[in-house]
């Protein structure tokens, strides 16, 4: 889900592209399970929010900025707003950088010295 997010916001991909449907078909599969696995739970493992928590979180809370509808993981979606109401809790999220778009670009890893 967080290739295709990336793909599709810095124009790697289309969302018409096979790559990218391949993405997506892969992507829905995971939200599926991940649905069906807070089906019984509140949290992923465990009675307590944890790292696996904000792990999952990272990747799925912007799924449908990769053209995917999470309207029919009821589940996944109660278990964003418990995530969202965690102490420390930050809503910003930060766009790519310009060195993300396709072609040559710079990595800060060039600027390291060997």
Request: proline residues 4%.
């Amino acid at each position: 889900m967080g290739g295709l997010r990336f793909r599709l916001l810095v124009g790697r991909l289309t969302a018409d592209d096979p790559e990218a449907q391949q993405r997506k078909k892969g992507a829905l599969e995971v939200l599926r399970l991940l649905d069906e696995h807070l089906a019984e739970r509140t949290y992923f493992v465990g009675d307590h929010y944890s790292i696996a928590d904000i792990a999952i979180y990272g990747y799925t809370h912007l799924a449908d900025e990769a053209g995917i509808d999470l309207q029919q993981y009821g589940n996944l979606r109660a278990w964003f707003l418990r995530a969202e109401q965690q102490p420390g809790y930050i809503e910003d999220v930060e766009p790519y950088g310009a060195n993300a778009a396709p072609g040559p670009g710079r990595s800060l890893y060039d600027a390291v010295e060997s």
